[in-house]
Structure formats: C-alpha cells, structure tokens
C-alpha cells in the first residue's frame, strides 16, 4: 500500500536524520509527488498528504477528481485505526480490556502484558517499546486524515474549486472532509491528552503547539455543526468510494450521523464522574432531537484491506479473548467478579435477559488460559455477536455505531437534566424489551437507577463498536482499576520529533503530564 512505503521512507528518515523535522517534512512531500500517480491508478487510498500552502502539492491537486481521491483517501486513513493490514488491533482492543469488557489469554506480546496485569503497570511511553505503534500509528492516521481534508477544505473555501457538473458536487465533498475532520479530531480528543489543532490556513511550518483534550474536542464539535449545516442546506449521495456503506450515504443520513457522533464524543470526552457530570447535557440533547436520531445501524463493509475491524473480527475466536465477568454479572448478579482462583472451569451463567444467549456463547474450553497468568485472564464467556464475520475472514459487514447509540445517548442526556419519564420510556422502547425480554423499568426509578440500567444497555447493546467506547465509559464513572491510564501521551516519536519532553500515565505511581509524580490524577480504586 501507498501509505505504507510513506510510512517507511519517514520512518528511515527519522532512524539517520536525528528528528530533523524539515527533512521529515521534505521526504513526505517528496514521496507523495512520486506516489500520486500510483495512489490514483490502484484506487488506494491510505495516504497523507501535505498543506496546500506547498506550490508543489497545488499542481497535484490541479482537478476536482483529485480532490474527491483525496477525500476517499482522508476516510481510509480516518478509520484504519481499527486494523489494518499492518495490525488488526491498535490501542482499541487495549482499552477495551483495561477497561475490564474483554479478557484474553495472549501474553506474549509486552503490549498485552501491560492492560491486563494486576495491579497495573505505567504506560512504557518510550521508543525502546517494541509495541509503541499502538498508539503511534492511530496518531499519525488520525493527524494524516485531518491534513487530507484540510487540503480539501481549503481548495474548496479558499481557492474556490468548483467540483461536479455546474459545481454540483463542491458541497457534498466539502461536507465529507469537514466529517473526517471533525470524527479525527474527535478520536484524538478522547484517547490522547493532548494533541495538534490544524486548520487549512495554519502554518505549518513553524511548531504547532498541543492543545488540550477539551479544546480538541471543541474543535471536533464545531466541525461536526458545520457538516450538519450543509447536509440540511443541500442534497446529496456520497460516492462509492468515500466510505464502503452498503447504501451510500446521503445529506439526510450524514446529518444523523454527524449529530450522533457529536453527542457520542462530547460525553465521551470525560475524563472523571466530576467531568463527566460537567457535561454540557442541554448540548448533547440539541444534537438528538427525537426526529434526527440514528435510526440504522452505520455499516461499513469490510474487504479485509483498505477495510478491517479486527476487534470484531477477532471475537469470533472461540479461544482468544472472552468476555470479562463484569459483563457476564450484568445479567447473572450471582456471577462472580471473576474467574474462582481454584479450578479449572465454572459454571454457567443463568439470566432472564435474553441477551446472554443472544450475544454470548459459553465456552467449555480453558486450556489456552494459563494459570500462572492470573484469574483476572480466564472467562468460560465469548462474543457472539460477530461470528459471521470471523468466519468469513473478516470480509463483510461491520458495525461502527449502533444506532441504538443515539437513544442511548439521549436517554442519558435526558436523565442527566432530570427528565426521568423521558428517559425510561426511552428504555422501555429499546432493545432491552424487544431483544432482552425484560421487564420495563417502573415510572418510580430513581435517577441513579435510571442511569445504571443505561450504562448495562450500552455495555450489552454497543458491543465492541465505537473506538474503546466501553473504557470511556468506566474512565467517565471512575470506575477503572487502581492504576489504569486515563488517556495515551502523546507517543514518545512525536514528543522526540518535536523536541518535547517525554512523559506518561498510569501506574502504582502516575504521572503527571509535566512527568512529576501525582497521586491523586491518574488512578481509581477497584
């Protein structure tokens, strides 16, 4: 792939140039002159393209289709955080297990070995870690999608590029790179601190400082508020190869779309309950309005090359990783926290939510879980939810947002500005009911009680969808172990490429994002 021997010739280039970013900033641009002509003709489009200030890259973006390439190729990179052909996982699956939803056997890898052992380890945020492409290369991605549309946006508002017959398609591409912005700034916002805010008419020539999660996460939002202005001033279908939907998507659906993320990233964005309970939940409720939420679930079909999902993919795997008791103890209280520390099996679960057998599959089989690993690794329960797409090789359709997200969200968002009838009829609509078979939830349910069914939904419904969604979850309710990061540093390559000091999270002693020891910011009780 393209973005591949990009990524190789930088990375040779920062082994012998010692971090010299000019260099760097050369080599990319130089690579990309070369690559263009390859990258149009193979229809490949992880890539990453320098600003439109370069004279060199306005001659490569000399034609509307050059900048609808470019757009596709800006989606690609947006979502190849969830596997690649490179690696199926990134810090995705590590989220998800340190935030106790996943337990797994593999301890060979030191990457593993980190999220799972017991009490936690620092996050090893330097360049001697094997494993620092787990956060490193979502990063890059990320910042890449964001460069690529940035190109786009700017050719469009600025040099007033005229896309499509009698300029009938500018819009819908402008409105596709405003939602690759917005969704990349958003995923860096909530799983880094810190991170860069880039707009087309920065220069990027001088040192962009870091900005905090917040203000990435405003930057975010107001991206997203500018894709819903323009879906509901125009009509449109994306192209085929913007984003492999099964039905393409429309100005109508890219406006739920665009408002469900918005909302899911603002209460993502927490960091703490106290955070958590300063979220602007009036907010969160205008981008849902009951005649805007999600009503189909997003689907991208997966091809198992420019498109993956390992994380789903992966769950199909009847010995590899299983669910954590925590969620099996959702619908059997009995349950034990976790696995018995003596034995070599336990029984099953038993429930009157339909669910469990619906999503769930009991595995008899342990003989991968080592003993000597700890009980924390071992659980009889798997995911079955995706067991199509292990089967057929991780080709096929994937779930990126349920659309049970939105009500969810609006549930909670609801609750939050105590409206509890709202929400519990919200609940007692859902899937619950018609999947779950359970009872509804009684018009007396105190607040918290309304918010505890809600946090089950989403652990149940939005099942290994959305990136980490289940750690954000228990990082927003304190409810993470004793040592568990909060978020990822910055990655320790882009600290050394500009010139910043190294530092990290997590730990029996966290630190601080000025390197120093903080007892109270990093860490929660079990």
């Known amino acids: 792939m393209v973005f591949c021997l990009l990524e190789y010739i930088e ?13 760097i900033m050369k080599t990319r641009i130089f690579s990309w002159l070369a690559c263009v002509a390859l990258i149009i003709a193979s229809g490949c489009a992880d890539l990453q393209v320098t600003n439109l200030n370069n004279p060199e890259t306005k001659r490569v973006l000399a034609t509307p289709d050059d900048l609808k390439s470019v757009t596709a190729g800006a989606f690609v990179n947006m979502y190849s955080a969830w596997g690649n052909n490179q690696n199926a996982y990134y810090c995705n699956t590590s989220m998800e297990w340190t935030g106790d939803y996943i337990t797994m056997t593999n301890n060979v890898r030191s990457w593993w070995a980190i999220f799972k052992i017991e009490p936690r380890n620092p996050f090893n945020n330097t360049t001697a870690f094997t494993d620092l492409d787990q956060i490193a290369l979502p990063f890059r991605r990320w910042n890449a999608a964001i460069s690529s549309a940035n190109d786009v946006i700017r050719a469009i508002e600025q040099d007033k590029f005229s896309i499509g017959p009698n300029g009938s398609e500018t819009q819908m591409v402008r409105a596709a790179a405003y939602f690759v912005k917005a969704m990349a700034q958003g995923y860096i916002a909530n799983t880094f601190d810190k991170g860069y ?64 993320y918005a909302a899911n990233f603002l209460v993502q964005n927490a960091r703490t309950r106290a955070e958590n309970a300063q979220t602007d939940w009036a907010k969160v409720l205008r981008y849902l309005p009951a005649d805007k939420v999600m009503t189909q679930d997003y689907i991208i079909n997966l091809d198992g090359q420019n498109w993956r999902n390992g994380l789903q993919e992966i769950a199909g795997l009847d010995w590899y990783w299983r669910a954590d008791h925590r969620i099996i103890r959702l619908m059997d209280t009995t349950y034990p926290k976790r696995f018995p520390l003596t034995g070599t099996s336990f029984r099953q679960a038993t429930s009157t939510d339909a669910r469990l057998a619906e999503y769930f599959k009991y595995e008899s089989g342990l003989a991968f879980f080592r003993a000597d690993r700890g009980p924390q690794l071992r659980s009889h329960y798997r995911f079955a939810r995706y067991d199509a797409l292990y089967a057929a090789n991780g080709i096929g359709p994937s779930v990126f947002l349920y659309a049970e997200t939105s009500r969810l969200l609006r549930a909670e968002a609801l609750a939050m500005t105590n409206d509890l009838a709202g929400a519990i009829a919200i609940l007692n609509s859902g899937r619950r009911n018609t999947i779950g078979k359970l009872p509804n939830i009684a ?8 918010l505890e069914a809600i946090f089950k939904e989403r652990d149940l419904e939005l099942m290994l969808s959305d990136f980490g969604i289940h750690f954000k979850d228990m990082r927003r309710r304190d409810l993470l172990q004793r040592g568990t990061i909060l978020h990822f540093p910055v990655p320790a390559e882009e600290l050394l490429t500009v010139q910043q000091p190294l530092y990290t999270f997590g730990g029996q002693t966290p630190q601080s994002p000025g390197g120093t020891s903080d007892g109270t910011n990093a860490w929660y009780n079990p």
């Open 443 to 450: 018009s007396t349910a105190t607040r918290a009680e309304v």
């Open 197 to 260: 805010i880039v707009n087309y008419d920065t220069d990027v020539s001088k040192n962009v400082p870091f900005s905090s999660y917040k203000d990435l996460m405003n930057e975010s939002v107001k991206n997203f508020d500018v894709v819903i202005e323009i879906c509901a001033a125009n009509t449109f279908t994306f192209p085929a190869n913007f984003v492999n939907t099964p039905a393409r998507l429309t100005n109508l659906t890219l406006e739920r779309l665009a408002r469900t």
């Open 11 to 23: 990375t040779t280039i920062r082994k012998f140039s010692h971090y010299n970013e000019n260099l």
